[in-house]
């Protein structure tokens, strides 16, 4: 998914909760991404830009937070955050673990103004 494909899926997000909330007008957008999505943020802030242009939206700021990778021991099922490739348990040493998160793309919060 590309950085304008992860606008427009916020946007659409974004949308449905200032309908659903009678909001005019929304001031602030904030982001979780897993750490495992390869994206520009500046190509990123680029594309909200544009794909909110004319929308409740329009001018919002867009704040983005990059998630840590988890990955789980398949030895002690410990649960740890590491990079994006392999990495051995901090805790047993094992090299066999396995990612569970870090694809994660998640609207967190918004600002909204203008309730009605």
Request: hydrophobic share 35%.
């Amino acid at each position: 998914m590309d950085e304008h494909e992860i606008a427009n899926h916020v946007l659409a997000a974004v949308d449905q909760a200032a309908h659903q909330n009678a909001a005019n007008r929304i001031l602030g957008v904030h982001l979780e991404v897993g750490g495992r999505r390869i994206f520009d943020p500046d190509r990123l802030q680029h594309a909200f830009t544009e794909v909110t242009r004319g929308t409740v939206a329009e001018g919002a700021q867009l704040f983005v937070k990059i998630l840590p990778v988890r990955h789980h021991c398949q030895n002690c099922g410990h649960n740890f955050d590491a990079g994006r490739g392999e990495s051995p348990c901090p805790q047993c040493r094992n090299p066999h673990t396995e990612l569970i998160g870090g694809e994660e793309l998640r609207l967190r919060d918004m600002q909204m103004d203008d309730v009605a």
